[in-house]
């Protein structure tokens, strides 16, 4: 898929680029990311959208994958940006995005993080629970200014995916319950602020979502919902947020439809319940994360240990593992992978991928057709440009990879490699006269 190929010399080939020479020049393990595709995929959420006929913003969830130049590429393609934290917002101001495009998510953000994101003056908060609705307009009213805000609610609704991943139903940690009758007194609650305007509503009901009842659900739970609104209050939204979620295909279990369709079917159902209730059309917010950079990312190591039982299993070691890509561990995720640097050759044997941590269950993949590995083969595993990178993390203390955009047959490093310095730079040493007296 995207720019990836087998080439003449058997290599897997990214963006014009020969995985083995990548690796020879950056390193192991390494984040590649087909800039084109990902390029595409925000190109396709914005013409759908076009052609809907809606007026629409498409935010890119940063959570999927964050670095400057990310936000760079986003900037570029015209669309807004998703934040959940202050070291998210941090990195798109660094990077220049223009704050009135990006909007402010999480169930707990802290007075340090609203106050950072109100100097900057982003462009929507989305108002998560009743605290926040409190503590962001007593900031709001202290520093004198009105601020843009969306209300985040639960509708309710199952959307069939790994139960971490999902945020629609009413017991959930994320959200104002439209069932429970918090949503209608939050909205009732903003709209008595001074210091709010309330642009509309928000939810997502889960990720990695293939079938599209969940948001057709959604769709008419908030319609309906924002009709009970109008009749209590004569309010009305401007704008409809209806998340992200939308599913990619990992491995040939998956089956998700083209962007276009999921906003194909989005646009219709919101036209069909808005126009049903004689309501005006709002404008259109969606958050896709994942769907955007998820199988732009393909992560390449090399192959070291195999230890071999017979009868049982083979296991293959590979330089990473959970610290670079947690998913496996976490909800289960299934990944393929293929030897890069003999990307022609047949499978002829069953093997399990695992990782270089130091947890039996860091296992990358299980019982995997692959050529006969040797130690020095590069394994290229695909599709792990979202929540990879984003989850990295340095349990036993691996430092984190480099990421690189691939592009035309050229590779620019978009994060460098942590150093062994890295690591221990917020470390301070104990004095030695305090620490013989512990
Ligand atoms: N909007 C909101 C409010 C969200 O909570 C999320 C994801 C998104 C948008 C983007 O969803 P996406 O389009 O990427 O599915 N770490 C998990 C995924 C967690 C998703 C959290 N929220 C994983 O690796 O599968």
Not at 68 to 73: E, G, N, Y
Not at 140 to 165: C, F, N, S, W
Not at 181 to 203: C, E, M, N, T, W
Not at 251 to 272: A, F, N, S
Request: net charge negative; hydrophobic share 40%.
């Amino acid at each position: 898929h995207g720019t990836s190929r087998v080439n003449a010399r058997g290599h897997l080939e990214i963006g014009g680029c020969d995985t083995t020479e990548l690796v020879r020049t950056y390193g192991t393990p390494l984040y590649v990311y087909d800039e084109a595709l990902i390029r595409e995929k925000c190109r396709a959420y914005v013409k759908a959208f076009e052609a809907s006929g809606f007026r629409f913003q498409v935010a890119y969830a940063s959570k999927a994958f964050m670095c400057m130049a990310m936000c760079q590429l986003v900037m570029e393609e015209n669309m807004s940006l998703d934040v959940v934290s202050g070291g998210e917002l941090y990195t798109a101001l660094k990077a220049g995005f223009p704050a009135e495009r990006i909007h402010f998510h999480g169930n707990n953000k802290t007075e340090e993080e609203l106050s950072m994101a109100l100097d900057a003056g982003i462009g929507c908060f989305v108002v998560d629970n009743f605290f926040e609705l409190e503590l962001l307009h007593d900031l709001a009213q202290k520093k004198d200014r009105v601020v843009p805000v969306m209300l985040r609610l639960t509708p309710g609704i199952e959307a069939h995916t790994h139960e971490y991943i999902s945020t629609g139903q009413d017991d959930s940690k994320f959200g104002f319950g439209v069932a429970s009758g918090q949503a209608l007194q939050a909205v009732k609650r903003a709209l008595d602020k001074p210091f709010y305007k309330l642009l509309g509503i928000h939810s997502h009901i889960g990720s990695q979502i293939f079938e599209t009842t969940g948001f057709i659900g959604a769709i008419e739970v908030l319609s309906a919902f924002l009709e009970q609104v109008r009749d209590e209050t004569k309010y009305e939204v401007e704008v409809l947020n209806l998340g992200g979620g939308f599913g990619i295909r990992y491995t040939e279990e998956d089956d998700p439809l083209p962007v276009g369709e999921y906003i194909k079917v989005i646009t219709e159902g919101v036209r069909r319940q808005f126009t049903a209730r004689a309501y005006p059309l709002p404008e259109i917010w969606i958050e896709p994360g994942r769907s955007i950079v998820g199988d732009a990312g393909t992560t390449l190591y090399t192959v070291g240990s195999i230890k071999d039982i017979p009868g049982i299993r083979k296991y293959v070691a590979i330089d990473g593992g959970m610290s670079d890509n947690i998913r496996p561990a976490l909800y289960q995720a299934k990944y393929e992978a293929m030897l890069a640097n003999r990307a022609g050759e047949e499978a002829e044997e069953t093997v399990s991928i695992a990782g270089k941590c130091c947890e039996s269950g860091d296992m990358l993949i299980w019982d995997y057709a692959l050529p006969k590995a040797n130690p020095g083969d590069i394994l290229a595993v695909s599709c792990t440009g979202a929540y990879g990178y984003s989850m990295a993390n340095n349990y036993n203390r691996i430092r984190r990879p480099a990421v690189i955009f691939v592009k035309d047959g050229e590779a620019e490093v978009v994060v460098e490699r942590e150093t062994y310095q890295d690591l221990v730079k917020n470390d301070r040493v104990v004095p030695r006269v305090l620490s013989r007296t512990i």
